[in-house]
């Protein structure tokens, strides 16, 4: 689908709190014009040449535009031309206001070191090994010291668990694009595909940039193997005498070399794959209840590694005791016999939230997303048009077909006329289909139809979205920027009214924030899941 035009604006307003005005504008004219080069971009922004260079400088640093080489074929007998362009990455822009969440989900599973050093990679997007090890020397206690090969084994851990990655190539070399590609503009949800769309040229550079599997989450260590999923498969025998000494000094200079060139980042796959995880498990929580969630997650955990490595609509196949194995590590499944496992197992089976085939079960994440976005939008439904525009809504969606204003009404126990005008309404705002039925006899009457086109409703209830969290975000910024002297105070002169007024500015900003995180909550719903 086309980025909505509030998701774009939401898009330049985190990279102008995040980057200031120049960089902003370069993003903004890659966001609604495509892929461009250099002396395209300077023309388009009237910026001069260092200006846009730098701004490019900053944007493919924070991982937000990627640089790619595109052959252009030349004139009769003329040889073809390479031409450097550059795509802005949105969705990783996006997921710069959710730096936040993903240092929460890394201290839940590593230890200080680890989550510094992630930050560290967030804040400045991309280092390399022996930057991560002067950053955490620099924010060093008095009395202690850091270790080059403590920070390398922690980032061994990001990498083994997929958390950390090797960044892309700068400018992979693309052949000369097909009249079938689709602007970098175009992107389809996640979760309302019905057929596959052809690759963007922002999907190809990604792709060709991507490092190869088998270095991607790779760390060269200290004894010359490599860190990483793939350990066992780069670890070599070693011979003796001089052949050792040789390999040895070998393996010295390459690790140095990779210390000072190899450049790391956070991979944001990853993390998402964990919140869409998260947002899976409270959707079965509240729609059956704690025992399903507990082997939902279980489930999710088991097929993580499988998972990562690839991406289909159903879970791997797992047996029943499989699962029970993985239910029982688990402080909430430690109570759960087997029969209680399977019975969870049978409710997940009604509607199929996870499908049985011989014996084996597998998790159906379509279906659940689906779930989770019907209840997103029957929940927008009931807060913008009220609880008769609710039931309406929710069987309109649950029908899936046309359905006549009339029958409307008779199931819905909702007056004729307010019905009609609760179903134009929502039909104005885009949230229903209608269609007219023309029946002739003595007298012409007029029948409507009414129907959801959720295709269609989730593109309007995303933008809808969009345009929310930059409205809260520009509110955020209008509380803090009209107490700016109020903040600079110290503490121990904020007191009477002034103290009054720093409280009340510290509930709205934490009400804000909140507010910004349940709506990002719901953005992934629709855009990534």
């Not at 910026?47 to 400088?57: A, H, I, P």
């Not at 088998?214 to 860190?227: A, E, P």
């Not at 953005?523 to 899941?529: D, K, Q, S, V, W």
Request: aromatic share 8%; hydrophobic share 40%.
């Amino acid at each position: 689908m086309v980025v909505p035009q509030y998701g774009i604006k939401f898009a330049v307003h985190i990279i102008t709190n995040h980057f200031g005005d120049r960089v902003a504008k370069v993003c903004e004219c890659l966001l609604r014009r495509g892929p461009l080069n250099r002396p395209n971009i300077k023309r388009y922004t009237e910026l001069t040449d260092e200006q846009v260079k730098n701004s490019l400088l900053v944007l493919i640093q924070q991982n937000c535009v990627q640089a790619f080489i595109v052959e252009q074929l030349g004139g009769f007998g003329d040889e073809p031309r390479l031409n450097t362009q550059y795509v802005a990455l949105f969705d990783n822009i996006l997921h710069r206001v959710r730096f936040a969440k993903f240092l929460t989900i890394a201290s839940q599973e590593f230890d200080k070191q680890c989550v510094e050093l992630l930050q560290g990679l967030l804040e400045h997007g991309r280092l390399t090994l022996k930057q991560m090890f002067e950053r955490a020397k620099s924010s060093e206690k008095e009395g202690t010291s850091v270790v080059l090969d403590s920070v390398r084994e922690s980032l061994s851990k990001l990498a083994t668990a997929h958390y950390v990655e090797r960044c892309p190539a700068p400018e992979p070399l693309l052949m000369a694009a097909t009249e079938e590609e689709t602007p970098a503009r175009k992107r389809g949800s996640k979760s309302s595909k019905l057929v596959e769309e052809p690759e963007t040229i922002e999907q190809r550079a990604v792709a060709a940039a991507a490092p190869v599997e088998t270095l991607r989450f790779s760390v060269i260590s200290t004894d010359s193997g490599v860190h990483g999923e793939n350990n066992d498969n780069n670890l070599t025998s070693i011979t003796v005498g001089q052949k050792r000494k040789h390999n040895a000094l070998e393996s010295d200079e390459s690790r140095t070399a990779d210390e000072l060139t190899v450049l790391y980042r956070a991979n944001f796959e990853e993390f998402i794959r964990h919140l869409r995880h998260k947002a899976c498990i409270e959707t079965v929580r509240a729609r059956l209840d704690d025992g399903a969630a507990t082997v939902l997650g279980a489930m999710l955990e088991a097929t993580r590694s499988s998972e990562q490595k690839v991406k289909t609509r159903y879970s791997v196949p797992l047996s029943l005791g499989s699962i029970y194995e993985e239910v029982i590590k688990r402080e909430a499944g430690r109570n759960m016999t087997l029969d209680h496992a399977k019975a969870s197992l049978n409710q997940l089976g009604y509607p199929p939230l996870v499908k049985e085939s011989n014996g084996s079960y597998s998790i159906e994440f379509e279906k659940i997303i689906e779930l989770a976005q019907n209840d997103e939008m029957e929940s927008v439904v009931l807060k913008k048009y009220g609880r008769d525009a609710y039931r309406i809504f929710r069987l309109l969606s649950k029908a899936n077909c046309l359905l006549e204003t009339d029958k409307i009404s008779d199931i819905t126990f909702v007056e004729k006329k307010d019905t009609l005008k609760i179903l134009h309404k929502m039909w104005k705002d885009e949230y229903l289909d209608m269609e007219k039925l023309f029946m002739s006899g003595a007298r012409q009457s007029v029948f409507f139809l009414w129907k959801v086109n959720k295709t269609t409703l989730s593109r309007y209830v995303l933008d809808e979205m969009f345009h929310a969290a930059l409205n809260l975000s520009l509110r955020l910024a209008h509380e803090l920027d009209q107490e700016k002297e109020l903040l600079n105070l110290p503490a121990d002169r904020r007191t009477g009214h002034l103290l009054d007024r720093y409280n009340r500015l510290k509930k709205v900003r934490i009400l804000l924030e909140s507010s910004q995180m349940k709506l990002d909550d719901a953005i992934m719903l629709f855009h990534y899941f």
